[in-house]
């Protein structure tokens, strides 16, 4: 053993329990796991003073060096352990710094989430097929997509109506298709498919180049007939006065108007006093007071023939209503372009 290693030996038995003692306060005091590294490397880093110790007990003299190397091992293993536990505690104190910085309060009520609805048409719709399926009557579609005998020719409409003129009417390709302008042709695909008596109602979307406050291109419409022995147009009346009261109350007035359809005969446009205004006039009801809902009639014995139907034994009723007419009423709207736009805010409010 050289002189100058039993020197720095001999010097550090004197320090080493003090240095200890040094790093056991300064790991006691942090507060950061950056900083417990950085005290890691300075007490037990390579170029630490305990690890250069340890590095010259290989030259230390026989009778020092199990008691010099039992001395370090202990140092060393203290400060490690008191690192490690720090490390610990501060992995803890951290966590819960993060979790009240996020203010995460677990006892807050969740948010609510968005109920959807019906839109409004749909609402109206379902009310009035409800509505004319409790008084007896069989809900039938029919297609969009129509033929001019289905939709014109076999409700004895003239080849000259001005109704199939390409103005009121979508035609398609080459003009052997086209939309349905209303819900009447479901008429002759019942009457085609079962015998009298019958009760039907058919909903469905219809098409029209039409367009204001009142007239949509695409709206729905509900269309009612009942054929029958003795039906007669005190029958239609009652129906239809029925079903106004059920939607609107006792307080609207009903009022029907002579009127044409060429497949009806006679025929009636309903109209019921504006509830918007309450007969006062504005622009929905076009200043008059009135709102018109529906076309009416007695079937014409024309269509039930070609249909053979025998008109002699059999008469019926049959009806148009317009569903967003009914929907602006029943809601206060007053431009029927609101219930196409999809404004969320609009639609929130039904
Ligand atoms: C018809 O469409 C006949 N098919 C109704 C009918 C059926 C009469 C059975 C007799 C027997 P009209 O064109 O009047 O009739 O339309 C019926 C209803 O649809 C109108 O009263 C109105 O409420 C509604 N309506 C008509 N055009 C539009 C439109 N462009 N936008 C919104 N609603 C409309």
Known sequence: MDDDVAKTWADARNKIDRLRDGALVKIEALGKSDDLEKTRIEFLGKKSYIMGLIKLLGRLSAEERPEAGAKLNAIRTEIEVAIETKKKWLQHVEQDQILQNENFDISLPSRLLGKGHFHPVAEVMDDLIEIFVELGFMVEEGPEVETDEFNFKMLNFPDDHPARDMQDT???????????????????????????????????????????????????????????????????????????????????????????????????????????????????????????????????????????????????FAFGLGIERIAMLKYGIDDIRLLYENNIGFLQQF
Not at 170 to 181: C, P, V, W
Not at 217 to 226: A, S, T
Not at 249 to 274: L, Y
Not at 291 to 309: Q, R
């Open 170 to 316: 979508f035609y398609i390709g080459n003009g052997t298709r086209l939309m349905r302008t209303h819900t009447s042709p479901v008429q002759i695909h019942a009457m085609k498919k079962y015998q009298p008596p019958m009760s039907v109602i058919a909903p469905g979307r219809v098409y029209r180049c039409d367009s204001d406050v009142t007239h949509s291109p695409v709206f729905h419409q509900l269309e009612g007939f009942y054929i029958d022995k003795n039906v007669n147009f005190g029958h239609l009346k009652g129906t239809l006065e029925l079903f106004v009261r059920h939607l609107y109350g006792d307080g609207v007035e009903v009022r029907f108007r002579p009127s044409f359809f060429p497949f009806t005969e006679p025929s009636a446009e309903i109209d019921i006093s504006c509830v918007l205004c309450h007969g006062g006039g504005c622009r929905v009801c076009k200043e008059t007071g009135w709102l018109e809902i529906l076309g009416a009639g007695m079937i014409d014995p024309n269509v039930l023939s070609v249909m053979d139907i025998n008109p002699e034994k059999w008469t019926g």
